[in-house]
C-alpha cells in the first residue's frame, strides 16, 4: 500500500533533501525497512544497535503514536501518514 | 571570551556548540547544557553571592546566559517554608516546602526555565518566542515576553482551565488552541519548530530553558544553610524538573559549595497521567506512554520525553516514584493549605499526597530532612476543588440574624455566648 513518511528536516541530509519519501508497505516496520532500504545512511539513526526504534524518535500513525497501536508491527493503509518526530518533552515539570 | 557552556548529547556526547537545538541530529537524543566546571571554580565564589539580590539571577555563572546579560526582572527566590503543622500532621521532624507557588512573575516555577530561554532567544535573534504548553508555561512565556517586546505565541490544549488561558491572554499573546491533548499539542510545535524561525522555549530553546530550572535547587540548598536535604519530593511531567534539581546539587558539590551527600530523589505523578510512576514501579527500563485522564493537568503528559531519566535518577538515588489519584490530590490541596496557609494548584496536591504516601509505606524516613518541590499557585486551578467548597446561604445584616445563625451552624458557640 503507498504510504507517505514524512522526513524532519534533521533527517533531509540523507534523503537528497525529501520532505517526504512515499513507500510501499503493509506495516510501519516494512515502511522504515524500505526507507532505510532507499537511504541506507539514515538506517542508524532510526533504529539503535540492537535494531529497535531509537528512543528518542517517536513514530505516528497519521495522529496516533505507533506505541498505542501495537507497535511498528501495526498495520497501515493506502493514504496513510508517517510521521518521525523527535521526542521533545514540556510545558510543565 | 569564549563561552563557558556548549550544548552536548546526552547519549552519544556529540558536542553542538550553542545555537537554538534540542537534539542531536546523529542520534536523536536530547542535547543538554554542559560547563565547564574547571573554569567556573576558578571565577566563582559563594561569599559573592551576599551582594546580590536573592532571585535565580544570583546564581548567573551557572546559568547559560549571554556574556554580560543584564537580567530584566527579578524571578524566582521564592520562600523555602520550615513546615511545623504539616511535619507534625505527618510526624516528620524535618519538612520543608519550597513554594514556587509564589514566583514572580506568574506564580510557577515555570518563570524560571523561561527566564533562561529569553535570554537564549535574544541571543539567538528570535524576535517571535512561544511554546507548547499546558498552562503555567505561556503564562510564563506571555508574561515575560510582554515586559521583553518578544511577540509571543502559545500552543494549548483546548480543554485548558479558563484561569490559565486568561492569565495568558492579558498579557497580549497570541494563543492557539489545539483540538488535543498535551502530547499532540507538543508534537505539533515540534514540527512547527523544525519549519518557522521561532524560539520554542521548551522545544529548539529547550537545553538553555531547563537549565533555568537548576535554580530551584541552588535556593533549596542555600536556603537550607548550604546544605543539601536527605529527600526531595518533586511532580513529574516531561520528567525534567527532578533532573535539574540533581544537576544543580552535584554542580554545587562539584564547585565546593555544599558537602556531597546522598539525596534520594522522589518522583510524583498523578494516576491518572503515571508512565513514569509506573515505570519505576514496575522496574521498566523504558515507560510506556499513557493518554493522560487527571485534574492534574499541568501533569498531564503522557509521553514524557525526559520520563526514561527521570526514572533512571529515581532508583539510583535509592528513592521511589509514586501516584496518587485525583480524590488524594483534592484531600492534600486542602491539607498544604489548612495546615501550612499555601495554596497549590492541582501539581501541588499531586506532591503532597505522594509524600504522604511515601511516608505511610516507611520509603520516605521521618527522622530525615524532606523538601516538598509545590511548582505551582492554586489560584490558577480553582475548578479542580470548587466543588468542595459549596456557597453557603447568605444572611441578613442583623446581630439576631447571626445568633441564629451561630445557633444552627456553631451550637457550642452560641451556648457558650449565653
Redesign the interface.
Known amino acids: 500500500m503507498p504510504v507517505t513518511i514524512e522526513i524532519?528536516?534533521?533527517f533531509r541530509r540523507f534523503t537528497d533533501g525529501a520532505p517526504k519519501v512515499d513507500c510501499s508497505a503493509r506495516t510501519i516496520a516494512e515502511a522504515l525497512t524500505e526507507l532505510t532500504a532507499r537511504f541506507p545512511e539514515l538506517s542508524r539513526?532510526v533504529r539503535d544497535e540492537s535494531g529497535q526504534i531509537?528512543?528518542?524518535?517517536?513514530v505516528?500513525l497519521n495522529?496516533e503514536?505507533i506505541?498505542?497501536l501495537g507497535g511498528e508491527s501495526c498495520c497501515v493503509k493506502e493514504g496513510d501518514r508517517v510521521?518521525l518526530?523527535?521526542?521533545?518533552?514540556?510545558?510543565?515539570? | 571570551m569564549s563561552d563557558l557552556y556548549e550544548l552536548r548529547c546526552k547519549e552519544c556526547g556529540k558536542a553542538w556548540g550553542n545555537a537554538p537545538r534540542s537534539f542531536c541530529e546523529d542520534c536523536f537524543s536530547p542535547l543538554e547544557v554542559l560547563f565547564d566546571y574547571d573554569s567556573l571554580k576558578k571565577t566563582v565564589r559563594r561569599e559573592n553571592l551576599a551582594g546580590r539580590a536573592f532571585n535565580m539571577w544570583r546564581y548567573a555563572e551557572f546559568l547559560p546566559l549571554p556574556e554580560g546579560y543584564i537580567a530584566p526582572s527579578a524571578v524566582g527566590g521564592t520562600p523555602l517554608v520550615a513546615s511545623t503543622k504539616l511535619a507534625a500532621h505527618w510526624g516528620i521532624k524535618s519538612l520543608f516546602i519550597k513554594n514556587d507557588a509564589v514566583c514572580f512573575p506568574s506564580l510557577s516555577f515555570k518563570d524560571r526555565v523561561v527566564a533562561t530561554a529569553l535570554a537564549a532567544a535574544r541571543r539567538f535573534g528570535f524576535q517571535t518566542v512561544g511554546c507548547s504548553s499546558t498552562g503555567n508555561l505561556a503564562n510564563a512565556v506571555a508574561a515575560q515576553s510582554a515586559q521583553q517586546g518578544f511577540n509571543a505565541c502559545v500552543f494549548i490544549p483546548a480543554d485548558l482551565e479558563p484561569a490559565k488561558v486568561l492569565n495568558t491572554a492579558v498579557y497580549g499573546a497570541r494563543i492557539v488552541r489545539i483540538d488535543g491533548n498535551y502530547d499532540h499539542v507538543n508534537r505539533l510545535c515540534v514540527q512547527i519548530a523544525d519549519r518557522f524561525q521561532w524560539g520554542l522555549v521548551n522545544v529548539n530553546l529547550r537545553p538553555y530553558y531547563s537549565e533555568g530550572s537548576k535554580t530551584h535547587g541552588f535556593e533549596i540548598a542555600e536556603q537550607l544553610g548550604w546544605r543539601l536535604p536527605d529527600n526531595v519530593v518533586v511532580p513529574m511531567a516531561g520528567g525534567s524538573l527532578i533532573g535539574k534539581i540533581a544537576k544543580a546539587f552535584r554542580e554545587l558539590v562539584t564547585i565546593g559549595w555544599v558537602e556531597e551527600k546522598p539525596v534520594r530523589f522522589f518522583g510524583a505523578q498523578a494516576t491518572g497521567c503515571s508512565p513514569i510512576s509506573s515505570a519505576v514501579k514496575r522496574g521498566l527500563s523504558r515507560f510506556e506512554p499513557q493518554k493522560p485522564n487527571t485534574i492534574a493537568r499541568s501533569l498531564a503528559i503522557g509521553n514524557p520525553a525526559d520520563g526514561n531519566y527521570a526514572s533512571k535518577l529515581i532508583r539510583e538515588s535509592g528513592g521511589w516514584a509514586e501516584d496518587v489519584s485525583d480524590p488524594e490530590i483534592v484531600s492534600a490541596i486542602k491539607l498544604v493549605a489548612e495546615t501550612e496557609g499555601i495554596f497549590t494548584e492541582t501539581a501541588g496536591g499531586v506532591t503532597a499526597g505522594v509524600a504522604e504516601k511515601l511516608l505511610r509505606q516507611g520509603r520516605i524516613h521521618p527522622d530525615e530532612t524532606t523538601v516538598l518541590c509545590i511548582t505551582g499557585n492554586g489560584l490558577k486551578t480553582t475548578d479542580a476543588i470548587a466543588a468542595e467548597f459549596p456557597v453557603t446561604e447568605a444572611i441578613a445584616p442583623r446581630l439576631d440574624a447571626f445568633e441564629a445563625y451561630l445557633e444552627t451552624q456553631l451550637p457550642a458557640t452560641a451556648a457558650a455566648r449565653a
Open positions: 524532519p528536516t534533521a539513526h531509537r528512543q528518542f524518535l517517536n505516528y495522529e503514536d506505541r498505542f510521521l518526530v523527535p521526542s521533545i518533552a514540556g510545558g510543565s515539570v
